[in-house]
């Protein structure tokens, strides 16, 4: 069955440096990939999407990676503050099918310290 | 921006009630999801809706039902609630040809 895999530990880096999230995926080819931040108690947000045929997506001192052959995105956050510090959750689309349908990762959650 | 609201932040019902959630969206989205979250299983999807009128399950269905009379509007429906459905339940839509999901902040439902 098609499963997703995000580091299962929290992340604590200091201030200022960069965070770099991974999500693994097995057993299918999504189209896209999505990242989405989420603040306790509240909804996701979305925050980048990257195609199949995309190596790379910026946005500000957001930055993903797509690499089909290792079935692995990168989130990396730059020069991280404080306020970066949320749960990211990666969700890659399936192929065949809907492909509205986004299957979620569990999330991995950042701690940027002062 | 787009604006997502659900009807409740917070919400205790006893076991067997009938329980509505509802969610509104002021984009004209079409397409229209409703998701649970818990602790260690992340976001399932309960059903969704691409159209007025039309559903489609997701991976949880049991124990739910939805209901999309006009597009902006999808409510779900817990014939009977039970302990078991207590959990957070988020809303999303996506605009046709889109694939981002546009989430509402949240419904806590507490079922005693």
């Known amino acids: 069955s098609q499963k997703i895999e995000q580091n299962s530990e929290a992340l604590n880096i200091q201030e200022g440096k960069t965070a770099t999230l991974t999500c693994n995926y097995t057993n299918y080819s999504p189209a896209y990939l999505q990242w989405y931040r989420q603040d306790p108690g509240r909804g996701p947000v979305f925050l980048l999407l990257?195609?199949?045929n995309e190596k790379e997506k910026r946005k500000e001192r957001l930055k993903v990676t797509f690499d089909t052959t290792l079935k692995q995105s990168l989130f990396h956050i730059t020069a991280s503050q404080p306020a970066d510090s949320a749960t990211y959750l990666c969700a890659p689309s399936p192929r065949a099918g809907n492909n509205r349908k986004l299957i979620w990762g569990l999330g991995t959650s950042l701690a940027v310290n002062p | 921006d787009v604006k997502v609201t659900q009807s409740s932040r917070y919400l205790v019902k006893r076991t067997g009630e009938k329980v509505f959630l509802e969610c509104v969206q002021d984009?004209?989205?079409?397409?229209m999801f409703w998701y649970r979250q818990d602790p260690g299983l992340g976001l399932r999807l309960i059903y969704f809706?691409?159209?007025?009128?039309?559903?489609e399950k997701g991976d949880i269905p049991e124990g739910y039902s939805v209901s999309r009379e006009k597009k902006e509007r999808f409510s779900l429906i817990l014939e009977s609630a039970s302990t078991n459905q207590t959990s957070m339940y988020l809303c999303?839509?996506?605009?046709?040809?889109?694939?981002?999901?546009?989430f509402g902040p949240g419904t806590r439902l507490t079922v005693l």
């Open positions: 990257i195609r199949e």
């Open positions: 999303a839509s996506t605009p046709s040809g889109r694939n981002e999901q546009f």
């Open positions: 809706s691409y159209d007025v009128k039309m559903k």
């Open positions: 984009m004209d989205h079409e397409n």
